[in-house]
């Protein structure tokens, strides 16, 4: 089967960098995502990664190593707002190319004054 | 643009008792998705249809849980009887095409009693 993992909790202050990592385990790969999640919110698309490599958009950024199987979100100049469930996705490679994403368990980042 | 529209936000039910979700997702999407998200869990992937088909119903608990999207719009999804560990927010997502990013909405959050 597919799994992801990533931490349980995250704490940081406000103003500072911190950076949330996914491993996966997947028999096959069509690329990394991460969703956001406030708090009984909907969660929102962040960013996605098929390549290697840094993505920046804003204040955020993720990296994807393919041969590592690893992946990571990097969260800088922390606001209060940022506090929220994290989730790194990938696409189900057994299903063909349908795109059910499969979603780690979620890390929970609290941001401090 | 309107986002994903999900009703009832809340519902408190019996076991045994059955409900419905519906779900309006963002015009001209032609993917949708119902997810089940347990409090502390990622969200799961429960049924995903495109257009009016189903495209994967595998881990949809088919002998108490049904789903129906007509006429390629609207979606709702039906819990008969419910069981307690069925509480859970039911998340509903669209997407513009099989593989791009996922629209959700603010769920549907059920306890059972």
């Known amino acids: 089967g597919q799994s992801l993992e990533q931490p349980s909790e995250v704490t940081a202050v406000e103003g500072a960098i911190v950076q949330i990592n996914c491993t996966y385990q997947?028999?096959?790969?069509?690329?990394l995502s991460w969703y956001q999640q406030h708090d009984g919110g909907a969660p929102t698309f962040l960013s996605y990664?098929?390549?290697?490599g840094l993505e920046e958009t804003g204040r955020f950024s993720s990296f994807l190593s393919r041969s590592d199987s690893y992946g990571y979100l990097l969260l800088q100049e922390l606001q209060m707002k940022d506090s929220a469930s994290y989730f790194c996705?990938?696409?189900?490679?057994?299903?063909?190319?349908?795109?059910?994403?499969?979603f780690g368990q979620g890390t929970t980042l609290q941001v401090k004054p | 643009e309107a986002g994903v529209a999900q009703s009832p936000r809340y519902k408190i039910i019996e076991k045994r008792q059955s409900v419905a979700f519906w779900c309006n997702p963002i015009?001209?999407?032609?993917?949708l998705y119902w997810y089940q998200q347990i409090l502390g869990q990622g969200p799961k992937l429960l049924i995903q249809?495109?257009?009016?088909?189903?495209?994967?119903d595998s881990q949809l608990p088919k002998d108490r849980f049904s789903a129906e999207r007509l006429k390629g719009v609207d979606s709702t999804l039906k819990i008969q009887p419910a069981k307690l560990e069925d509480s859970a927010v039911y998340l509903c997502?669209?997407?513009?095409?099989?593989?791009?990013?996922?629209?959700f909405g603010e769920g549907s959050r059920l306890t059972v009693l």
């Open positions: 997502a669209s997407s513009p095409h099989l593989t791009g990013e996922l629209f």
């Open positions: 997947t028999s096959g790969f069509y690329g």
């Open positions: 990664n098929a390549l290697d």
């Open positions: 996705a990938v696409r189900d490679p057994d299903s063909g190319n349908t795109g059910k994403l499969i």
């Open positions: 015009s001209g999407h032609a993917t």
């Open positions: 249809f495109q257009n009016n088909g189903v495209v994967d």
